[in-house]
């Protein structure tokens, strides 16, 4: 398949990038500087703006499935999520691309109690803006056209844990699981190869 990867640079980008060519995929890698990201090995990297529905178009002329990682820590979150949200559903429509996965966030996910997690007793909430905001990105998604699938930890990602190769489907979320960014790209290149869950919002943990 030809698959665009949108945020590339960042960590579950990169590592989106690398188990999507290491499976044989032919891969684009999007960042804000190609100069930066020389790195990037079996990847044609090219630069962009996943706010801009234009640049989106460019970049997934000619792919099969996009994956946006993208994050702007500088920019308000409401406005950045939202905006890459709808620019993506434009783009990609344009580029005649369907499929899209999201790399989530577990605040916004659903815990024991059925209520978001960053809504559970006693959950961190000194980040809340960031959650609204990628929450706000998911209502645009869930507006939109597209055949698109939100995966999100289960609780966080695993900095420093050696990956396993494995993952599995979160009942709910839990802010004590952790997951490698490497087994994490596993769960969404399997969605991309064999979807399972479209127009979803999932949460996956260690296996």
């Known amino acids: 398949m030809n698959i665009v990867v949108f945020g590339a640079g960042g960590r579950a980008g990169r590592q989106a990038v690398a188990e999507a060519h290491r499976r044989g995929h032919s891969v684009t890698a999007v960042v804000r500087d190609p100069a930066r990201h020389g790195d990037l090995a079996g990847a044609r990297v ?7 529905a234009a640049a989106v178009g460019r ?4 792919q099969d499935a996009a994956v946006s990682a993208a994050a702007d820590l500088a920019a308000p979150p409401h406005d950045f999520f939202t905006a890459s949200s709808r620019a993506l559903a434009a783009g990609l429509a344009g580029a005649g691309v369907r499929r899209l996965l999201v790399v989530g966030l577990a605040s916004i996910m659903p815990g024991p109690s059925g209520a978001p997690l960053m809504d559970e007793p006693g959950y961190p909430n000194e980040y809340r803006s960031f959650y609204l905001g990628h929450a706000a990105g998911l209502d645009e998604l869930r507006a939109s056209d597209l055949d698109w699938t939100y995966v999100a930890p289960a609780g966080d990602f695993d900095h420093d844990g050696a990956p396993t190769g494995r993952y599995a489907v979160a009942e709910h979320g839990d802010p004590a699981s952790r997951i490698t960014y490497a087994d994490f790209a596993i769960a969404l290149l399997d969605e991309i190869e064999k979807p399972r869950h479209p127009r979803a919002a999932i949460s996956v943990r260690e296996a």
């Open 46 to 52: 090219v630069a962009g703006d996943v706010t801009d």
């Open 59 to 62: 970049a997934a002329a000619g």
